[in-house]
């Protein structure tokens, strides 16, 4: 009996084609891009613990960084503050391995190119380091073929970065010329390599990897950057502490204090350092290194969507299931009350409308899996090397995650089957046999409404709320459809927002030259040689009293929310600070206010390495991505010590950077190489995301589809009913329409509710202190979700037409007759 009913309702599965092979690929879409997103998610989990690693083939991260931000140490004081560090180390099961002084410089790169037959000279913001090869923080090197070469060891050699070499054609043995505030030198390339702080490879403060040939980073030997920075023998400005094993440290999206023992060693270091130490110094662990962390939220983020994800892309594929089945039953309603007065028991009607759901979903299981390992995976995999730029070594075994994902999309697509089999099996003979059970009548209120209506108008309306349950369903299942093409919409248009939008409109400068303590001058000359304005500034690190997370104090000249100003603010409320106050006066970003519950009025207290100062908060900025506050120059300058580390330059019609800008300063970024690296990460993104929005309207299209395929063949004997009376095509067509649009109106309306909530709660899940940004409803992504259902919605109404055209009206009304 079991086989006979299973055949019997797969050959009514069978006559709906369209609809079996569009459940079975979302089915298949579900898993593809499970196995592809859990591939990726592992394979770089695992990979970052490996490159940290003190091993071999890792670098050996540190776990505490001691910086000096405002100058240099000489060799004998470091070398005093590693045995101050050693002597006073804190009480803990945690020990101290090893405290290497490092020398990291702002710089320039001077990158010649040949356009159209003539040489030109390009200066290149750049970051170098003086490593020479001890235990922790190595230059990393993989056997790949992406790298090559050793490390630097004489003062005239450089390891330049992987993404350095072919961004600009650069070569072993090659001559680069570069600088660091002293005059430019040119350096031999010996190897091509990583390095931990550079592995996501952008500028400091940006959240997008650099465009290729506007950002550089080298390893040379200590010596050569002293020789190429001026500096005396053994000068550092970082002091790399490694302890024992692999302690565990405060993840910043979590609230949990995960590294009690390694924050107590950090507040253990920042007072030995304060009292040794002449210089302002920071002390903090590898949430604060910007590559670290990004790439360890990139990853945490990967691992967690991409179940919710395969589950929601199943859910959706179990809905539409779901609805098939209930169809199903209802159209065997009579063969299965027949069965039932036969004796045919209960338990033997139910597994089959099991054994459905359990073929559709093994068979876009099983297609799923096979385009996910051979295409999707790999995909993934060149995907990320292609943006990030860090050579994968070593995939993770598919095979549990295979496992994983299939067991969570067969769950789903199995509890499907679950309702429609019960109802199966509940079906009443006597109720089927006298067609009580089809019978449902409209509420009083309902017929009140739609009497006055015209016939088509009342009945389309009372047909479409007659199973209310059926259309909360297909609500549901378009809403998470559109869910992923909205939160992708409003994710692109917001992440545009805040980079492209932020420098553009809010950044009214050319140029910008950072430069040492003091070194301001030469930049002015240049300027005003140029007859270009100019706005020194000073970005300074801070952090709140007892916690290591790292402020950037930005003290500018002016203090506007003007147009003409050279960085016009973004005021949320409260006002302009006061120069010159008793307390200073300060503006923090809406991130603080989020993170430190910071408002108008506090007056919090802030650090900068060994000197601190009370501010009140008098004003509240937004659309900083990482932790900002500003003030007045002059307020800072008091605190720090210094006049500037950099300047702003607006150049004038005609002007523009040359090499006498790079020979006087650090370093020089041009406002249109940033745009250009948000540009082009954006462009090359652009397939991967057209994937996932052409993905979203599919599966709505899928889903819609179905709902009119259901809803024409529970409405067959009335239109053919109506037909058989007369009622012109036309004004049949109308009533359809009506009812797609009603439903594509609703429906949009409820996707955009959905992607609102959506992408709130998964932003809410990654935002961090480094990395923050508000999703606020945008108009414009509404009126296109809502517009894109209508259209699909709208534009499946031919296909009804042409069903109803085609109806054997004979066959549908003889019952009526008899």
Aim: glycine share 10%; net charge negative; with cysteine.
């Amino acid at each position: 009996m079991l086989v006979l009913l299973t055949k019997r309702l797969a050959r009514s599965m069978m006559r709906s084609k369209v609809r079996i092979i569009a459940v079975v690929s979302m089915v298949a879409v579900a898993v593809f891009a499970g196995v592809s997103f859990a591939s990726y998610a592992h394979t770089v989990s695992g990979m970052y613990d490996k490159i940290y690693e003190d091993s071999k083939q890792g670098v050996n991260l540190p776990d505490v960084w001691v910086e000096n931000p405002s100058g240099t140490w000489d060799g004998p004081t470091s070398d005093l503050l590693c045995e101050e560090i050693s002597e006073k180390w804190a009480d803990s099961e945690l020990t101290m391995n090893e405290c290497e002084p490092r020398l990291r410089l702002d710089g320039t790169m001077f990158h010649t190119f040949v356009d159209n037959g003539v040489a030109e000279e390009r200066m290149v913001p750049a970051v170098w380091h003086g490593v020479d090869e001890g235990v922790v923080d190595r230059v990393w090197i993989p056997e790949n073929e992406c790298c090559s070469g050793r490390i630097a060891n004489s003062a005239d050699e450089v390891v330049i970065d992987v993404r350095v070499a072919s961004g600009m054609g650069i070569s072993l043995n090659d001559s680069i010329t570069i600088g660091a505030g002293s005059g430019r030198m040119n350096f031999t390339v010996v190897g091509i390599g990583l390095h931990s702080s550079h592995l996501y490879y952008s500028q400091e403060g940006s959240i997008f990897p650099a465009d290729p040939g506007t950002f550089a980073t080298g390893y040379l030997s200590s010596e050569g950057l002293e020789r190429l920075a001026n500096l005396g023998e053994g000068s550092s400005n970082l002091l790399l502490i490694d302890v024992s094993g692999t302690p565990d440290f405060d993840i910043p999206s979590t609230d949990e204090e995960e590294g009690s023992q390694l924050k107590a060693i950090i507040q253990n270091i920042d007072e030995t350092v304060t009292q040794e130490a002449n210089s302002t110094t920071l002390v903090y662990d590898r949430t604060q290194i910007t590559s670290v962390e990004f790439l360890r939220a990139d990853a945490e983020g990967a691992m967690t969507f991409y179940t919710p994800v395969t589950g929601m892309i199943a859910a959706i594929a179990g809905i539409t299931i779901f609805l098939s089945l209930q169809r199903l039953v209802q159209s065997q309603s009579r063969e299965i009350a027949i069965l039932r007065t036969l004796g045919i028991p209960r338990r033997e009607i139910m597994p089959p409308y099991f054994l459905m759901p359990l073929a559709i979903g093994s068979l876009g299981s099983i297609i799923g899996v096979f385009l996910g390992v051979l295409f999707g995976a790999p995909g993934m995999i060149d995907f990320y090397e292609d943006i990030i730029g860090i050579p994968v070594l070593e995939s993770t075994d598919l095979v549990p995650l295979v496992i994983q994902i299939v067991g969570v999309t067969m769950m789903v697509v199995l509890v499907s089957g679950a309702l429609p089999a019960i109802q199966a099996a509940r079906l009443q003979p006597l109720e089927v046999l006298r067609g009580q059970h089809e019978i449902r009548i409209s509420s009083r209120r309902v017929q009140e409404i739609t009497s006055n209506l015209p016939a088509t108008v009342g009945l389309t309306i009372r047909s479409s709320i007659r199973k209310p349950t059926r259309l909360a369903f297909t609500f549901l299942a378009v809403g998470l459809s559109m869910l992923l093409f909205g939160s992708t919409i409003l994710m692109m248009g917001t992440m545009e927002e805040v980079t492209i939008g932020k420098i553009e409109e809010d950044q009214n400068w050319d140029v910008q030259s950072s430069v040492l303590p003091g070194g301001e001058e030469g930049v002015i000359e240049w300027i005003e040689s140029k007859n270009g304005a100019y706005e020194i500034i000073i970005d300074f690190p801070a952090n709140p009293v007892n916690d290591s997370r790292v402020i950037l104090v930005k003290g500018m000249e002016t203090l506007s929310t003007d147009n003409e100003a050279f960085v016009v603010l973004d005021l949320k409320k409260g006002r302009i600070p006061v120069q010159g106050a008793e307390t200073m006066q300060i503006l923090i970003d809406d991130g603080l206010n989020h993170f430190l519950g910071w408002d108008i009025g506090d007056k919090p207290t802030l650090v900068f390495g060994s000197s601190s100062a009370e501010v009140e908060v008098v004003g509240i900025t937004q659309g900083e991505i990482s932790r900002t506050a500003y003030l007045h120059r002059s307020d800072l300058a008091q605190v720090v010590g210094i006049d500037a580390t950099a300047v702003l330059i607006d150049l004038p019609e005609g002007q523009s950077v040359d090499s006498g800008l790079g020979d006087v300063s650090l370093g020089v970024v041009e406002k249109e190489d940033l745009i250009s690296s948000y540009e082009s990460i954006l462009e090359q993104q652009q397939s991967f995301l057209g994937a996932i929005l052409f993905l979203g309207i599919l599966i709505a299209i899928v889903v819609l589809f179905n709902t009119l395929i259901i809803n024409l063949s529970e409405r067959d004997r009335e239109i053919a009913t109506l037909r058989v009376l007369g009622a012109p095509m036309n004004r049949l067509g109308w009533m359809m329409f009506g009812e797609h649009l009603a439903i594509g109106l609703i429906g949009g309306a409820l996707a955009f509710l959905f992607t609102l909530g959506g992408t709130q709660a998964m932003v809410s899940t990654f935002i961090q202190w480094s990395f923050f940004f508000r999703i606020s409803p945008d108009p414009g992504v509404a009126i296109l979700l809502i517009g894109i259902v209508v259209l699909i919605s709208v534009a499946l109404t031919p296909y009804g037409m042409r069903r109803i055209k085609n109806m054997d009206l004979v066959e549908k009304v003889k019952d009526l007759s008899q």
